[in-house]
Structures are given as structure tokens and as C-alpha cells.
């Protein structure tokens, strides 16, 4: 077993910037998921058939219903929706391409010694951190979008030292969403490859399957939780009252 690294480790430059296996495992999850799904776009049909098809559709069906019922708007045809869904497919697809056999098993040796070629790309607290970002920065903007410029009296209200003390409540709340963004779901899925790598190397494999299972279901629930929080602070930031 290699050894583990909190970090991600870098494997090459390209144009003076440090690509680590986080990142390029980010750019192979997304350009699979972009070809597999524009070569099957074209197969799709009004009746649903196919495996594909049908399964792709149960979770689009699955996620928008549960944006319904939180917006308490239609899902279908909704810009913000097609975002949050497909911010929900990458970080499910992230999160479970760290339980392929591929992220282990091939190894680069650089200057800092040998390093897996690929990792979860979410086991990297930057990816992480960057999807909080996204997902705080897109909530403000839409409530100052639907509410104008008096959404940012929640923050900055100087009427009376009450409200002035509210206020920064509410920014440490935002700070606060970015912190449990970031770690929860950076977390789980780090601390999984972690099990994952230590079961398999104490057992030589024999009890790996039942966490492999448990592994793929933590996967699923925290892109619904990431999916699932970020809607409903968007719903808060929308509504007027």
C-alpha cells in the first residue's frame, strides 16, 4: 500500500502550472461523463428505452422532484435546476471514481517519489472548497438577483447595534456554510479511500466488498446532501419574505 497523502500530489506542469492527480482525475471524470453522455443524447427517444436512457432519466426524475418540492417551481426547462443537477452528477461520478481498481494500482514516479496516477477528485480539499464557493457565491447572487441590493442588508445593517450584530451573524453563517461544505463532503470521501486502502491491505482483500458497498452509498448520499443544502439556500435567498 502506498503511503497516504492528505494532499494531493502533483504528477507534472503543463504551461507553468502544477497538474496533480486530483485534477487530472477531475478532467478524466468530466470529459468521460461529456462524451458518454453526448454519444447517447442522440439515441435518446420519446419513449424511454435502453438502460441508459431509462436510468439517466429515473435520476433526473428522482433529483428534480425533490428541487420541486424544496423551489416549489416546475424542474423542468429550469436553467438553475440543469446547474445543481449537474453539479450533483460530478460529485457523485467523483466521488465514486475513487473506487476504481485504476486509483491504487497505477503509480507515477516523479521527483517526490512515487505517486498514484489518479485519485477521487473530491478527496482534494481545494476541489471541495471550490464547489462550496460555487455553491455560496450562486446563492447570494441569485437572492440579490430576486431581492435587489436591500438582500445585502441581512449582512450589513447599521439601523441599530442589534441588527448591526445580525449581520455578522449571517456572514459568519456564510463562512460557516463554506467550512461545512468543504470538509463533509472532502471528509467522507477522503476518510472512505482511507477504509477502503487499510481493509484491503490488513485482509488481502477478503472484506473489502461489504465497505466498497458502504463506500458507494456514503458517495450517493453526499452529493445529495451537497445537492440538496445548496437548493435550499437558494429557496431562503429567493423568497422575499
Known amino acids: ?12 506542469s503543463l504551461l507553468g ?5 486530483t485534477i487530472f482525475s477531475s478532467v478524466l471524470v468530466v470529459g468521460t461523463l461529456l462524451t458518454v453522455l453526448s454519444l447517447n443524447a442522440s439515441r435518446f427517444k420519446l419513449v424511454p428505452s435502453g438502460t441508459f436512457q431509462i436510468g439517466f432519466e429515473l435520476i433526473y ?6 428541487y420541486t418540492g424544496i423551489m416549489h417551481k416546475e424542474h423542468k426547462g429550469s436553467v438553475l435546476f440543469s446547474l445543481l443537477f449537474c453539479i450533483f452528477i460530478y460529485i457523485l461520478m467523483a466521488n465514486w471514481f475513487g473506487l476504481l481498481p485504476v486509483v491504487s494500482s497505477v503509480m507515477l514516479h516523479t521527483a517526490q517519489g512515487e505517486v498514484p496516477v489518479f485519485r477521487a477528485p473530491t478527496s482534494d480539499l481545494s476541489v471541495t472548497a471550490s464547489l462550496a464557493v460555487i455553491s455560496v457565491v450562486l446563492t447570494n447572487a441569485l437572492g440579490v438577483s430576486f431581492g435587489g441590493l436591500k438582500y445585502l442588508t441581512k449582512y450589513f445593517n447599521f439601523k441599530t447595534p442589534i441588527d448591526l450584530v445580525v449581520g455578522l451573524l449571517e456572514l459568519i453563517s456564510e463562512l460557516g456554510k463554506l467550512l461545512s461544505f468543504s470538509f463533509r463532503l472532502f471528509g467522507n470521501v477522503f476518510a472512505g479511500e482511507v477504509l477502503l486502502a487499510v481493509i484491503t491491505s490488513l485482509t488481502y482483500g477478503v472484506f473489502t466488498l461489504p465497505f466498497f458497498g458502504l463506500e458507494l452509498f456514503v458517495g450517493l448520499i453526499q452529493a445529495l446532501v451537497f445537492f440538496l443544502l445548496t437548493t435550499v439556500f437558494i429557496s431562503v435567498a429567493v423568497t422575499h419574505e
Open 17 to 21: 502550472l502544477t497538474i496533480t492527480n
Open 61 to 66: 426524475t428522482v433529483i428534480g422532484n425533490l
Open 1 to 12: 500500500m502506498h503511503e497516504i497523502s492528505l494532499k494531493a500530489e502533483p504528477l507534472f
